[in-house]
């Protein structure tokens, strides 16, 4: 589901038209320069910056051309996001761009109220308090939530479904996500209306992934839920590959995940990562 909140003043920024309180700030410079924050790395989701750029290009704005576009990259460390949105702010960019992870938004968010931001979370953006309703934001914020957090619930009902004899699921989730707290909590909640048991790991980091599993294999989960998070996303391979190993059953919350999984690709990612 998703589900996408307007905001023309942004189209209006990037065009350099005298809409925001601070227009003069937008036409400063000849070239309008985008401000790309994110929690991951340039490599992680490839297909996610090339969709970026093709967005812009079918906009009127290339890259270099007529617009430039100042990375920075937290590298999956949510704590460095803070310092870079500032770094940003400081350099006056035109528009602010938030993506790889909810906290990039927050970190925006505080860094400026003044430039505009357009942000992406698979979160609900009004509890995190990024904007004031769906249908007005309000202040310099916008964007779009994929809601895919908030399935969480929704998710552990079909994994239920197609393991009914389960009794124990392991969970997997990042502490540095903003979304965390309020997804553990749903599925805790969608875990005990189910008669489940949870079996709760966090990971910020590769090796807290290794420790996580060998703690799920000791406890005897019967099926993995990996909560929604872009590292853990960025991680898909070592999760594929520790889940097929064990013989867990997973449910992600991308496609691609579930894809990595599926005929012989596992040998293959092997080989290709390890």
Known sequence: MTVTI????????????????????????????IGYLSGQ??????????????????????????????????????????????????????VITATGVTAAAVAAKSATTVIPIVFSTGGDPVKLGLVASLNRPGGNVTGISFLSNTMAAKRLELLRELLPRATTIGLLFNPE???????????????DALGLKMHIEEARSERDIDAAFAAF??????????????????????????????????????????????????NKLWREHF
């Open 6 to 33: 307007g905001r023309r003043e942004l189209l209006v920024a990037l065009g350099g038209v005298a809409v925001w309180p601070l227009a003069a700030h937008a036409q400063q410079a000849a070239m309008p320069v």
């Open 217 to 266: 294999v000791q406890a005897r989960v019967d099926a993995l839920f990996i909560a929604g998070d872009p590292f853990l996303t960025s991680r898909r391979v070592q999760l594929v590959i520790l889940a097929a190993r064990h013989g867990l059953p997973t449910c992600h919350d991308v496609r691609a995940n579930v894809e990595a999984r599926r005929g012989g690709r596992i």
């Open 177 to 191: 996500n903003p979304n965390a707290v309020t997804e553990t909590a749903d599925v805790r909640a969608a875990a």
């Open 41 to 94: 790395s340039s490599v992680a989701f490839p297909t996610w910056l090339a969709a970026f750029r093709d967005g812009l290009n079918s906009a009127g704005y290339v890259e270099g051309r007529n617009v430039a576009i100042e990375y920075r990259w937290a590298e999956g460390q949510y704590d460095r996001l803070p310092a870079l949105a500032a770094d940003l702010a400081r350099r006056q960019v035109t």
